[in-house]
């Protein structure tokens, strides 16, 4: 049955209509009887009172669907940029993905971070270009910029019948129709008409234009179209699927979501051109004890190995694990062995989940999405399956926190609840982090922007009902060195009468920007036991979070130990990890620290009349315009900007542009802050 079976997601930009999109594709395959709108808070998949209150999607929900005997698995991701990790987490389990763009912004900012996202996981899309009701709606100005911007080749299954407040329906270019959908049944009904002679040139020009570009792949096709014969529309269409597959191919649909046109299409195109579960390239896993990387085949008849994609937290039910089955079987009441951890855990439950609500299954097989209750240490990322198969799948990459709050109990009574509550955020959001400043015991919490931080506190304050005082928001900095230095360190002491003695050498220098740190052995093993060595590595990375001068994390630090001078008789574990503490602290001393600060990638969409406005804006808080495009919808400027000087910019952006220009922010890298270590006290 897994032909019959879609997993796909629904990305774009913010507010170019995916939960609408998704709320219309769930009415007409008669999973709701009622369409919910954002606008009045009532769509099914933007389920949390925030989502409904800011009218954006937060957490990716996930639906199960049926239409023409195929299961649909949904999975509904956010727009906002600081919300990537949810769309990050749903593409890697993702088999196909419906890219909504809208037909007046084309390709805005975040389409092209999810695009990328999508790339990277190698997943199949197909396009449908929202908005074409709506004043400057351009069906092809969007498939052009996604070919210019993407470079991939783009090809229309529909053209537009009239645009903005004339658009009236679509021409399927495949079967040479005109459909139009009825506004009585809510666009349930279609009506389908021959294409009006006024418009035939042009739908014949289209159609030309897509036979070529697949006969561009199919010497078989070629032929028929160069001899002029009629292609067999199956074999146009198992053509399209497969280079869809392949990633040679990106089709292009077109409607108003609003306005109930154009859904159905669309829905057919999932089934028709994108792939099921055991279409795509296997799984790649790392075998633990051969510690080799081998291909997972999708074979529900295969041991049973799956990966734990998202985590949610129940007031009733404890944490729902969202799980991808890559291989085999698992039935509810079952043992599973969580391959990361060690650890045996029982599911107690498996649902099927429609957005917030859900149905009981009795087991869950390769190639499908659903959700185990009972699974107590298992978090995002995490692959469970059998002891005798130790796979584990490939580890998901989130960017790291860049901005923080301080978060105080009103009372000492409310600590534990609130470091229970910080325990279960970050255990379902994995950009999420927080820590006890050792200096003055409060409980700093980082999140990848100003709204992940407002929305994840709300949740604290409302939904987990902690009585705390928040902070202003913080920046977190970095720090690190700038040239290399060598160190030997001499430690010791004598306790309770036993002398501890330990020398050290280290050699540090900095790492390329982005790469995080590393610590290398240059001893031989077997010189030394193994527990001095692994008391300097744990103490070695003990300091990389403990920072240099002012206990920010270091990043892009190698760190190696080149010589080790050990004494049987005077040589304890304590005293290696406190020489290494010593010696690292001297060699960053002398490799030039300095202390970095984010820099984050700010992109502006203004009206043309305030553009200048917008950009001195972001030039007065030290920012540097890198590149600009126009557009019907108005001028995107991307720039780059210091997150230290971005706090209330949407405010002062909104001021001077009478509240028409909106922005989206998003890590870039970090960069040695101007001022020095000194610019902060």
């Known amino acids: 049955m897994l032909d019959k079976m879609r997993n796909i997601g629904i990305m774009a930009h913010i507010d170019a209509g995916k939960t609408t999109t998704t709320e219309r594709i769930l009415f007409y395959t008669g999973k709701i009887h009622r369409i919910g709108e954002i606008d009045d808070g009532q769509a099914t998949m933007d389920w949390m009172a925030q989502e409904q209150e800011r009218g954006i999607t937060i957490q990716s929900a996930a639906t199960t669907t049926y239409w023409r005997n195929y299961q649909i698995n949904i999975i509904d991701t956010p727009g ?3 919300f990537t990790a949810e769309v990050e987490r749903s593409l890697r389990v993702l088999d196909g993905a419906i ?39 351009d069906f092809f100005s969007a498939m052009k910029d996604v070919h210019d911007k993407f470079g991939c080749a783009t090809v229309a299954l529909q053209i537009p019948i009239g645009a903005g407040a004339d658009f009236e329906g679509v021409i399927d270019l495949l079967s040479m129709k005109e459909i ?10 279609m009506i389908i008409s021959d294409i009006d002679a006024s418009r035939l040139s042009a739908a014949q020009e289209w159609k030309e234009r897509l036979i070529d570009e697949i006969a561009s792949h199919n010497d078989e096709i070629a032929e ?11 074999t146009l269409k198992k053509e399209i699927r497969r280079l869809v597959i392949a990633h040679e191919l990106v ?4 409607g108003a979501s609003r306005r109930n046109i154009g859904v159905q299409p669309l829905i057919d195109a999932v089934v028709d051109y994108l792939p099921a579960p055991d279409e795509v390239p296997p799984a790649v896993g790392l075998h633990v004890k051969k510690e080799e990387q081998m291909k997972i085949p999708c074979n529900p008849a295969g041991t049973p190995l799956g990966l734990v994609f998202k985590i949610q937290y129940d007031r009733e039910a404890g944490s729902l694990c969202y799980v991808r089955m890559y291989s085999g079987k698992i039935k509810a009441g079952e043992q599973i062995y969580n391959v990361g951890k060690k650890k045996r855990e029982r599911v107690n439950r498996i649902l099927r989940m429609h957005s917030n609500k859900s149905e009981p299954m009795d087991s869950v097989s390769a190639g499908d999405i659903a959700v185990f209750i009972g699974l107590k240490m298992a978090q995002t990322g995490d692959t469970i399956g059998s002891e005798g198969f130790p796979v584990l799948l490939e580890h998901m990459h989130f960017p790291e926190p860049v901005i923080s709050v301080a978060v105080e109990p009103s009372a000492l009574s409310e600590r534990d609840k609130l470091k229970e509550t910080l325990e279960i955020l970050s255990k379902e959001d994995p950009t999420f982090t927080y820590r006890e400043d050792e200096e003055t015991g409060q409980l700093i919490i980082s999140g990848m922007g100003e709204l992940h931080l407002e929305v994840l506190v709300t949740r604290m304050l409302e939904d987990f ?12 900095y970095r720090e690190s060195v700038t040239a290399a230095a060598d160190h030997t360190e001499r430690f010791e002491k004598v306790i309770g009468g036993k002398e501890n003695a330990a020398c050290v ?22 010189t030394v036991p193994d527990e001095i060595l692994e008391a300097v590595r744990s103490s070695i990375e003990g300091c990389f979070s403990a920072g240099i001068k002012y206990g920010y994390p270091c990043t892009d630090i190698s760190v190696t130990l080149t ?10 574990p304590f005293a290696f990890s406190a020489c290494a503490a010593a010696a690292f602290d001297a060699v960053c001393e002398k490799a030039k620290p300095e202390l970095l600060e984010p820099v984050m990638n700010v992109d502006i969409i203004s009206p043309k009349e305030f553009v200048g406005d917008a950009m001195s804006q972001i030039t007065q808080r030290g920012g540097i315009i890198q590149s600009m495009e126009s557009k019907q919808s108005g001028d995107i400027v991307h720039a780059q900007a210091p997150m230290a000087k971005m706090f209330g910019f949407s405010t002062n952006l909104r001021s001077v542009t009478q509240g028409r220009a909106s922005f989206s922010m998003e890590f870039s890298h970090f960069q040695i802050k101007a001022g020095g270590l000194d610019s902060l006290f």
């Open 465 to 476: 009902k902690v009585e705390a005082r928040v902070g202003a928001p913080q920046v977190t």
């Open 251 to 254: 089709p292009f649909l077109c």
């Open 505 to 526: 050498t280290l050699h540090i220098e900095p790492r390329e920007q982005g790469s995080g740190n590393k610590y290398d052995c240059l001893i031989k093993k077997g």
């Open 180 to 189: 139009r959908w009825d506004v009585e049944s809510d666009g349930e009904n």
């Open 224 to 234: 028929l179209f160069l001899s002029g014969e009629e292609i067999p529309l199956e």
């Open 80 to 82: 906002h940029v600081d």
């Open 563 to 572: 010589d080790i001078v050990y004494d049987e008789t005077t040589a304890t």
């Open 99 to 137: 890219a909504v763009i809208c037909a007046v912004g084309c390709v805005q900012p975040q389409t092209e971070t999810v695009w990328k996202q999508a790339d990277e996981y190698k997943v199949p899309r197909i396009c449908f270009v929202n908005k074409m009701d709506r004043i400057g709606a």
